[in-house]
């Protein structure tokens, strides 16, 4: 048996923070799949169904973050799953927006949900990693995972959660390479508009020098290149004449 947590916090209150991004994955691969209603077990909402013939149950701790271990503990003893056979989603600081890693055991990363699994299973389940950013400094951090998604976000977000519903197989069949990819994939085809090929701006006369712009165009004067006049233009200028566009 095959059993696939999201992480989060339950109730409206919560449900669009970015510390709840495990549970909205968790909810897409619920949507997209053939699973039972969600009913609750084990202090979580629980549904169950197949993924690639196996047979999976779906989880959502209702113990609140910092106590998750408390329902994964509950469900992994009871169905005596072994600990290869359990992935849990939930949100990376440490990752940029739309970044997904994925891991075998490791440490809890500072994640008070992952810490208390740890504490309740053990270590050895797989992990995925869904990156959230990081504010830019530790004072900002509780702000930002505790905030809602800023609709900005919704370009990359919504894209990433379908494709976790729609691939889910690949996920449960072990071949995280290929789910890794396929999420790249997605989210890198729905960049915010003008994020790719930024380079230098070209040249154009808004750009150009003031002093360039000020010349006037057409042939050169006919500058004097001897004589006195010639011998001062060349001591102003070092010599050389003033050719460039």
């Not at 230098?200 to 002093?211: F, L």
Request: with cysteine; aromatic share 6%.
């Amino acid at each position: 048996m095959l059993l696939i947590s999201g992480l989060g916090n339950p109730g409206p209150k919560y449900a669009k923070q970015r510390h709840n991004v495990g549970f909205m994955a968790v909810d897409e691969i619920h949507r997209h799949g053939d699973f039972s209603p969600w009913k609750p077990r084990f202090q979580a909402m629980c549904a169950e169904g197949k993924l690639g013939g196996v047979k999976t149950l779906l989880l959502k701790p209702n113990t609140f973050m910092n106590e998750s271990g408390r329902a994964l503990g509950e469900a992994v003893r009871f169905y005596k799953i072994d600990l290869s056979n359990v992935i849990v989603l939930y949100d990376e600081l440490d990752l940029a927006p739309a970044k997904v890693r994925i891991k075998i055991g490791g440490g809890a990363g500072g994640h008070n949900g992952i810490r208390s699994i740890d504490a309740h299973i053990g270590k050895e389940y797989k992990r995925v990693r869904i990156g959230i950013g990081h504010p830019g400094h530790k004072d900002r951090v509780t702000g930002h995972v505790l905030g809602d998604f800023a609709k900005s976000d919704h370009v990359w977000l919504e894209p990433l959660l379908d494709e976790f519903g729609r691939n889910a197989e690949v996920l449960a069949s072990g071949d995280d390479a290929g789910f890794m990819n396929k999420l790249a994939l997605r989210t890198q085809s729905n960049e915010p508009s003008g994020a790719k090929g930024q380079g230098a701006p070209k040249k154009n006369a808004k750009n150009k020098s003031h002093i360039r712009q000020a010349r006037p165009k057409g042939p050169k004067p006919n500058v004097p290149t001897s004589g006195p006049m010639g011998d001062m233009l060349k001591r102003l200028f070092g010599g050389k004449d003033d050719t460039s566009g």
